[in-house]
């Protein structure tokens, strides 16, 4: 082995060594980074559920409300006539009259 590979050799060993261990995480601190992450999904799957159930609800009553206006709109159609009916039926009263 040459003197300059000699000198050489040892820092690379070195390198190569603390390259290799600087970047290896150990096992607690893994499952501390993980119970962190954890703890925040279940919080938002928490705030998830909460918003869900309250978008149903939601849709639930609008759902109610739409039912129950195409009902009032029936029975608002239903009464127009017969007030047309009314009103004809005055109309030709007050014609009868009107004659006599």
């Known amino acids: 082995m040459s003197p300059a590979l000699k000198k050489i050799a040892p820092l690379g060993v070195i390198l190569v060594g603390s390259l290799a261990l600087g970047g290896c995480a150990t096992k607690g601190f893994v499952r501390e980074q993980v119970a962190t992450v954890n703890q925040r999904v279940d919080a938002l799957e928490t ?3 909460t ?4 978008a149903q609800q939601a849709l639930a ?3 109610s409300a739409s039912g129950q ?25 007050q014609r009868k009259r009107a004659r006599n």
Not at 51 to 54: A, E, F, I, L, P
Not at 75 to 85: K, P, T
């Open 47 to 49: 705030k998830l559920q």
């Open 51 to 54: 918003t869900d159930s309250t």
């Open 61 to 63: 009553e609008a759902q």
């Open 69 to 93: 206006a195409q009902n009032n709109a029936q029975r608002i159609e239903q009464l127009n006539g017969r007030v047309d009916g009314v009103e004809q039926r005055m109309q030709e009263a």
